[in-house]
Nanobody
Framework: QVQLVESGGGLVQAGGSLRLSCAAS????????MGWFRQAPGKEREFVGS????????YYADSVKGRFTIARDNAKNTVYLQMSSLKPEDTAAYYC?????????????????WGQGTQVTVSS
């Protein structure tokens, strides 16, 4: 079992940057694939990006590729989402998630544990 707590959300102007953090409990954090998802009001939860257990592989949605970067620090049990060149359409609640599977995935169903989310609002 792992518990996830996101932080770092807030209000930012278009073109700005934010860094989200997701702190995990437990001693097995390094064995999990980690992902970031987001959900805007009235829309389904969508994949943002994921990172392998050792940080060696990352995978991003086309909508954020080149603007967002995922990193992890296994010594701190934390995964990060660095967001740059933010757009109003990036406005959403952002969730981190952990998967016990040995491969990175964009599928919501492959993730076993979820945080409570942090709100990101991008003003135009």
């Amino acid at each position: 079992q792992v518990q996830l707590v996101e932080s770092g959300g807030g209000l930012v102007q278009a073109g700005g940057s934010l860094r989200l953090s997701c702190a995990a409990s437990g001693r097995t954090f390094s064995s999990y694939v980690m992902g970031w998802f987001r959900q805007a009001p009235g829309k389904e939860r969508e994949f943002v990006g994921s990172i392998s257990w050792n940080g060696g592989r990352t995978y991003y949605a086309d909508s954020v590729k080149g603007r967002f970067t995922i990193a992890r620090d296994n010594a701190k049990n934390t995964v990060y989402l660095q967001m740059s060149s933010l757009k109003p359409e990036d406005t959403a609640a952002y969730y981190c998630a952990a998967s016990r599977r040995p491969f990175i995935s964009s599928s919501y169903y492959e993730y076993d544990y979820w945080g409570q989310g942090t709100q990101v609002t991008v003003s135009s």
